[in-house]
């Protein structure tokens, strides 16, 4: 199983940048891709942010698209995602997620980041 912690949440002012982390434990071997999502409120759906495959290949939502920066840190088993140029619109839970070589998914417990106009 692997275990995903994220943190660097919190409020900003638009424009403003924030990073999160994402620490992974357990059996980090099995992981593949790494990737950020976010669920906005008002029952919107997850949808992906950003993403970064074992070989650092990387893809974003055209919505973030030159301002949001993912990296992971394989000596530290940490995922991270620079958020540049904040706007309202991507106020939501940012939920960290893992796709595993047996493909199962795990999922870390979200970040709310808020970002004031």
């Known amino acids: 199983q692997v275990q995903l912690v994220e943190s660097g949440g919190g409020l900003v002012q638009a424009g403003g940048s924030l990073r999160l982390s994402c620490a992974a434990s357990?059996?980090?071997?099995?992981?593949?891709?790494m990737g950020w999502y976010r669920q906005a409120p008002a029952g919107k759906q997850r949808e992906l942010v950003a993403?970064?495959?074992?070989?650092?290949?990387?893809n974003y939502a055209d919505s973030v698209k030159g301002r949001f920066t993912i990296s992971r840190d394989n000596a530290k088993n940490t995922l991270y995602l620079q958020m540049n140029t904040l706007k309202p619109e991507d106020t939501a839970v940012y939920y960290c997620?893992?796709?595993?070589?047996?493909?199962?998914?795990?999922w870390g417990q979200g970040t709310q980041v808020t970002v004031s106009s």
């Open positions: 997620n893992a796709q595993l070589s047996y493909g199962a998914m795990a």
């Open positions: 357990g059996s980090i071997f099995d992981i593949n891709a």
């Open positions: 993403r970064i495959t074992k070989g650092a290949s990387t």
